[in-house]
T-cell receptor, first 114, second 115 residues
Framework: DGGITQSPKYLFRKEGQNVTLSCEQNLNHDAMYWYRQDPGQGLRLIYYSQIVNDFQKGDIAEGYSVSREKKESFPLTVTSAQKNPTAFYLC?????????????FGAGTRLSVL | DQQVKQNSPSLSVQEGRISILNCDYTNSMFDYFLWYKKYPAEGPTFLISISSIKDKNEDGRFTVFLNKSAKHLSLHIVPSQPGDSAVYFCAASRPSAGNNRKLIWGLGTSLAVNP
């Protein structure tokens, strides 16, 4: 079955700690995205990548970092510089040349601070 | 600046009746509009889209209407079912520099369909 896998489902971060959220897709999509959702809020774009070894900042990139070494993988690191990391994190992917930009999402990772 | 607005945070309808979810936008450069459905603790799933050159697109119980002059679109669900209870997001797509495309998201409308 093709899809997007995010792990872990739940993650806890200690003060001053960096944590990495995994996102893997087997849809052969070129583009991948990371979003953050807070309670009662919409989706805010953190980072996105259109091709391997290239990525751009979204609207709220501060305190986050990403890498795109493989087409299938787009991990997100929440650094200690992100002072309010508690949120629901969503990874998505799409075809690069899809004019509609239909994005397909993983099941999400809920990050909490200890 | 909220380019895509869903002004109703919540909506409640009776099973079997019509649900109408509304979305307004400000940027006339958007060329596609999409609706997503999201259950709690899950990722959004794509429902239906419409091109800016169309005024209606239908897929089963779901129909999206676009009024370009009013910069307004709506999602109609007929008949509504309890399983339709979810948060619905409106999103808009437009080309930008370097052929990068992003989706601009509304804040969502929580639909409750009561049996």
């Amino acid at each position: 079955d093709g899809g997007i896998t995010q792990s872990p489902k739940y993650l806890f971060r200690k003060e001053g700690q960096n944590v990495t959220l995994s996102c893997e897709q087997n849809l052969n999509h070129d583009a991948m995205y990371w979003y953050r959702q807070d309670p009662g809020q919409g989706l805010r774009l953190i980072y996105y990548s259109q091709i391997v070894n290239d990525f751009q900042k979204g609207d709220i990139a501060e305190g986050y970092s990403v890498s795109r070494e493989k087409k299938e993988s787009f991990p997100l690191t929440v650094t200690s510089a992100q002072k309010n990391p508690t949120a629901f994190y969503l990874c998505a992917s799409s075809h690069y040349d899809d004019a509609k930009n239909i994005q397909y999402f993983g099941a999400g990772t809920r990050l909490s601070v200890l | 600046d909220q380019q895509v607005k869903q002004n109703s945070p919540s909506l409640s309808v009776q099973e079997g009746r019509i649900s109408i979810l509304n979305c307004d936008y400000t940027n006339s450069m958007f060329d596609y509009f999409l609706w997503y459905k999201k259950y709690p603790a899950e990722g959004p799933t794509f429902l239906i889209s419409i091109s800016s050159i169309k005024d209606k697109n239908e897929d089963g119980r779901f129909t999206v209407f676009l009024n370009k002059s009013a910069k307004h679109l709506s999602l109609h669900i007929v008949p509504s079912q309890p399983g339709d209870s979810a948060v619905y997001f409106c999103a808009a797509s437009r080309p930008s520099a370097g052929n990068n495309r992003k989706l601009i998201w509304g804040l969502g409308t929580s639909l409750a369909v009561n049996p």
